[in-house]
């Protein structure tokens, strides 16, 4: 490895003369060889099997590459041999700690092609905002409790963790699972709000505030904490912009910009909150936009319950699908007792709901970030291509720039601040 003896400098900065070396070679020893080392695919602290190769000069990096592709499923081209209704099930199993948030972003995706999106019952709307908003919840909750952990602080991940328990009992009575809802459907959802699940989840909002803050007080001046979040990672707008990050690490850099804010879908722009944005672009300041970003779901959370069209047991017997009989199920009763509703539901189920020709694109505020679908239909009941714009995907992409110059230690507090889920970054 060559030398130059003009711009040499050993970690305290001084130049070759000061080194105690008399020769170039003697300068070559002290500088020594660089190592290569594979941080996961297998590493707890990479959330999920993500490689990252990490060329290292004594403790700095001076070089990385993430090497993704081990949990890759092919599930943009599935899509292209499954009816629109049939790959519901698929989209939780991208960002896996926020399925409903999937669904209802793919649901809005295929409504927009069929041009029947401004034609959801408010009812519907208002249910759908309350299941990504819990969503939102959910992710950051367990997102905040690993990166906890993953600095040392234990205590956090078993106060976020009880929280998100809480969300899943919810998500259990709402949709009839914990963890792979599929509770969206072309046009509107499979089921109402159960009895009770009103005052349940008002009950979990002023919990989960509770936490929020004994976890705030645990975090955000803990001396540890701080000194391993604050100047660590810093992305700048500039770089945030240029690699297309959205969500949380882009809020963080300090770019004003929430799609929910942006462009509006569902009911956002009747409802109050704030967009959360940082300053230094650094860890510390992610974890503090996702920490306000949690207080404002539970705004809005509080919002969609006071105002939901027909109240918490839809006694007036508000709607919560498009009655256009084109693309949803008939009533299950009905189908047992009718022949066309039998017939109708034989052919939705076999042939899908038909779109028309055209290209869409259509971008939600994910937990992780914008989750986009862009789909190409050449008419029928199945795309002909779809491409998933993974936030996790996206946001990987600035590692190569945002690891070299730091500390081997540092990369459990980049990639915690990062979030993503290796689900949706390999789809």
Known sequence: MAVQEITFKDPAGRLPQDTGADSVEDLQDLQGDKLVVNMGPSHPSTHGVLRVLIELDGETITRAVPDIGYLHRGDEKIAENMTYTQFIPYTDRLDYLAPLANNVAYALAVE???????????????????????????????????????????????????????????????????????????????????????????????????????????????????????????????????????????????????????????????LEFDVVVGSAGDCYDRYQVRMEEMRQSLRLLRQCLDRIPGGADNAIGEPINIADGKTVLPPKNRVLTGMEELIHQFMLVTEGVNAPPGEIYFGAENPKGELGFFIHSKGGGTPHRMKIRAPSFVNLSILPVLLPGHLMSDVVSILGSIDFVMGECDR
Not at 130 to 139: F, P, T
Not at 152 to 159: D, Q, R, Y
Not at 194 to 219: A, H, N, S, Y
Request: proline share 3%.
């Open 112 to 270: 927009k092609l069929m041009g029947i999106d401004t034609k959801l019952p408010p009812r519907c709307q208002y249910i759908r905002v309350i299941c990504c908003e819990l969503a939102r919840v959910s992710a950051h909750l367990l997102g905040l409790g690993a990166y906890a952990m993953d600095i040392g602080a234990m205590t956090v991940f078993l106060h976020t963790f009880t929280e998100r328990e809480k969300i899943y009992n919810l998500c259990e009575r709402l949709t009839g699972a914990r963890f792979t809802t599929s509770y969206t459907r072309i046009g509107g959802l499979t089921r109402d709000l159960p009895k009770g699940f009103v005052d349940q989840c008002r009950k979990f909002i002023t919990e989960c505030e509770v936490t929020l803050k004994e976890t705030d007080q645990l975090l955000t001046r803990n001396r540890i904490f701080v000194d391993r979040t604050r100047d660590v990672g810093i992305i700048t707008a500039e770089q945030a912009i240029a690699y297309g990050l959205s969500g949380p690490n882009l809020r963080g850099s300090g770019v004003d910009h929430d799609v929910r804010k942006a462009a509006p879908y569902l009911v956002y722009k009747d």
